[in-house]
């Protein structure tokens, strides 16, 4: 994922997948699609407060990818996004949208709503760790809603540098048995 803030509330992104390996019923390794998205928020979280921090993602999938990596249809949709500070120096992000799913026909789209709950917390001054639970409901007309989990660290390797991964496992509907997921964030500018 690149992102890029415009100003102190405005940020537009671009995430892909650059490596995809696929096993099982259909074999192949590629890239992923590409998303472009634009994060507002709206509303900061004050501190001794119990309002969250609030925003907005509007975000369109730009399908790249060849099947069966990608489904070779675009998706458009937006994501609510709220961000609570609790004690102990927890962090819950609470995030729930819909999404338009494109279909085989290419001028149908299904609704798929989505929702994730992610709680972290700091570890010292150079590790952080959390842990998710997500659902979307099915994402094709014959299909089923998915619930999954994934837990990973963050390791600070200084102010602007961060590495992380996580393993990420399906809990109930498609998915994957277990995955692995791991990236370097690299902050430019001010």
Do not use: C
């Not at 390996?21 to 998303?35: K, Q």
């Not at 609030?54 to 975000?59: K, S, T």
């Not at 609510?80 to 026909?105: H, I, K, M, T, Y």
């Amino acid at each position: 994922m690149a992102r890029a803030g415009l100003t102190e509330r405005l940020e537009v992104r671009l995430d892909g997948e650059p490596l995809v390996r696929l096993r099982g019923a259909e074999d192949d390794t590629g890239h992923g699609d590409l998303t472009l998205g634009v994060k507002y928020r709206f509303l900061d979280a004050r501190d001794e407060s119990r309002w969250p921090a609030l925003g907005v993602l509007p975000f369109v999938k730009i399908p790249i990818a060849g099947g069966p990596i990608g489904s070779q249809q675009p998706d458009f949709g937006v994501i609510a996004l709220a961000g609570f500070e609790l004690p102990w120096e927890l962090g819950l992000d609470v995030n729930a949208g819909v999404v338009a799913v494109g279909q085989s026909r290419g001028d149908d789209f299904l609704p798929q709503g989505v929702v994730t709950a992610s709680l972290s917390r700091p570890l010292g001054e150079r590790w952080a760790v959390f842990v998710e639970i997500f659902f979307a409901s099915a994402a094709e007309r014959s299909g089923r809603d998915t619930v999954g989990f994934d837990a990973g660290a963050t390791y600070f390797l200084t102010s602007r540098a961060a590495l992380d991964a996580a393993v990420e496992t399906s809990l109930a509907g498609p998915g994957p048995d277990w995955a692995l997921r791991a990236g370097v964030s690299v902050r430019f500018g001010r």
